[in-house]
């Protein structure tokens, strides 16, 4: 399987301590233990550990929409919650659109680390969760998306986006994998 | 509204006349009729019409998976098919992954004919459509999924992807419209 | 000639302050009065300062001819120096590469910011800061670079490096400017 | 030294048979011969040959300064010269602004063919051919400028980028090489 990598996305305060995004706060806390656990493990084997955060600027054209600005760069909404903090080693990430590889370097740093397959966990499932997967594809990684550490604003929403992607013509570069499978396969 | 292009996603020969991909070859012959009616109020209009095709080579990561090799640069199989053939005056697109927009010039060509909204068309849903309207939206362009102009392999599939991604956070920049409703809004 | 952006290329503490690499310590270290006026001149007339940071990694391929590890990533020898330190409102990008737009976000940001020509000062005039100029140029963006704000390890070089560039067929997308001249542009 | 490729850059009939950039011409018809003998020892060793080919639109930026339209898309000044044509196998990649690697899919490419080292060949030296070779160290590619191979618009400007580049801090991943030498570092 090669070398794995955990990627952390949007687990941010703005997105999960706010009352603005209700269903995704609420939804979103939700995962927090089961991301803790990946990440323990994670840690435990020396497996790469990214935060992909997004790190706005207010006039950004995403917030050309309906969707209202937060997470700006430098902020302390755009820092990553509490319970998730980062470690020293790990590596964090600020991204200005939704994929964690949209003019970032992550491709560069996962190539210089090693790594083959990255691990997809945070917010939301349908969007940064999808995108960064499938974006990690066309850079050459395979791609999981962790069921219980992912989330949407509303479980349905999370679960239909879990199905429609569980068997595309990238499996199984792209996986959708429970927990404990995905523990399984990298616990040496 | 600002000015609009038309971009066809993988209307190709492989896709759409070969047995070896029944049902999106099904489903997607099922749009040309859409698609060219589309076309024909976009080419009155002076609409630009950029046709993004599939161009891989045979060692592509994505054949890694269980997908086989297919539209491979220079050959036959690669080129759009007979029903929707480019006019004088179109734009070709060769890629080589998922989104229209990854690793082409496709944002410089829509910033320098002066597009504002791009409206996706072609195949499949899910994949190659949706990546190309989100890339569209981190690149600048607000992007609309035309319903009766895109398919997948399967109708259900097709129906999900556009009731998931109907009221993202994305909207109104990114839209799935029904044909009647785009064609209302470019029309003078 | 629209709204200008002063960016600073590499002025760390590993470049200006380490004995390892002592021609571009002595000379880097000269230009920074002048960095610090045309820096002055630009926040009074509210342009965004940029400062783009080398911040490598331990095993990044730029490391594998004969440079050695420097300006890595999260470590203090990756900092501006004091004498250029950032103020609130500066905008700080870390980039893996030589150029300053090379997988960053720096292009998003010029054009969120309605930017039309980056003043590109710094080290070394034939890597960083050419190659900074250049993509500028590449991305839409006019550029100058600013003949005493930027340095090579030899006056020599430097001095090459601006003669070969002052009048190519990107002129005068690309020019090579006194400060002075640059100072009359942008002043009200 | 691992798996070599050849670039050949703007090699156009528009550049070289054209009256309007007369010193480009000149110089680059020179250089013809020494190209063909590269490619012919490339052939025979099975070496990827890739045109990257300026491939402009008539509203493209770079054509604000002093340069003219030239090498459009789909015209056939836009072609390699007759001298040079393509083979069968040879791969050609239509770029639009100076680097070959600049939102075009050659780092794709070249990965997926197992390059580790690009010889990059054609016109003009400081400019395409110099941002095509430092865009391929950034992209993680050993790069060699051959100088034989190569050109500007007049010699001494030809000479003069060789003598800047020919040991910088990149040095060995790029090397300024005769076409002895290269030939000696690639034959068997």
Redesign the interface.
């Known amino acids: 399987m090669g070398k794995h990598a955990v990627i952390v996305v949007d687990m941010l305060k703005d997105n999960l301590e706010s009352e603005e995004h209700f269903g995704i706060a609420q939804e979103g806390r939700k995962i927090i233990p089961r991301i803790r656990e990946l990440l323990e493990t994670a840690r435990t084997l020396g497996m790469p550990v990214i935060y992909a955060c997004d790190s706005f600027?207010p006039?950004?054209?995403?917030f050309?929409?309906?969707?209202k600005p937060h997470s700006l760069?430098g902020t302390e909404g755009a820092k990553v919650i509490d319970e998730l903090a980062p470690r020293p080693g790990d590596?964090i990430l600020e991204?200005?659109?939704?994929?964690s590889f949209?003019?970032?370097?992550l491709?560069?740093?996962l190539?210089?680390?090693g790594v083959e397959t990255i691990l997809v966990t945070g917010i939301?499932t349908?969007?940064c969760v999808l995108?960064t997967a499938?974006?990690g594809?066309?850079y050459?990684f395979k791609a999981v998306i962790v069921e219980e550490c992912t989330a949407a604003h509303k479980p349905e929403?999370h679960r239909?986006?879990l199905?429609?992607?569980c068997k595309?013509?990238?499996?199984?570069?792209?996986r959708i994998m429970k927990l404990d499978e995905i523990l399984a396969e990298i616990k040496p």
């Open positions: 600027l006039g950004d054209f995403i050309k929409g309906r969707m760069r590596l991204k200005r659109r939704m994929s949209f003019k970032t370097d491709d560069l740093t190539n210089t680390l939301a349908p969007v995108l499938m974006d594809i066309s050459g929403i239909a986006t199905d429609l992607y595309t013509g990238m499996y199984p570069l792209l």
